[in-house]
Nanobody, 116 residues
């Protein structure tokens, strides 16, 4: 059974950084393209970034230049480094398979709140 466990969220001030982690179990992680998404209150879930099995990355225009995605196949973990956070980045952040794949069950997500 696939399990996705996101962590690393919190309350930060505008301009600060956070690094999110997503621990993956129950699938062949090293053979899976992974991605990060977020959902703000009252909004649809939004794609943020993806990374292929050979580390090719794609970043959404809304966060390009501020967010980067990486993976550690030895730890079955995918990361999202978020810099220069702004209040509009406030959301619950999730990982899952990359777009184009069949999503597995979503994890609980990790809350990121950006506020002064």
């Amino acid at each position: 059974q696939v399990q996705l466990v996101e962590s690393g969220g919190g309350l930060v001030q505008p301009g600060e950084s956070l690094r999110l982690s997503c621990a993956v179990s129950g699938l062949e992680f090293r053979l899976s393209a992974m991605a990060w998404y977020r959902q703000a209150p009252g909004k649809l879930r939004e794609f943020l970034a993806s990374i292929t099995t050979n580390d090719y990355t794609r970043i959404a225009g809304s966060v390009k230049g501020r967010f980067t995605i990486s993976r550690d196949n030895a730890k079955n973990t995918v990361y999202l480094q978020m810099n220069s956070l702004q209040p509009e980045d406030t959301a619950v952040y999730y990982c899952n398979l990359a777009p184009g794949s069949s999503f597995v069950d979503w994890g609980q997500g990790t809350q990121v709140t950006v506020s002064s």
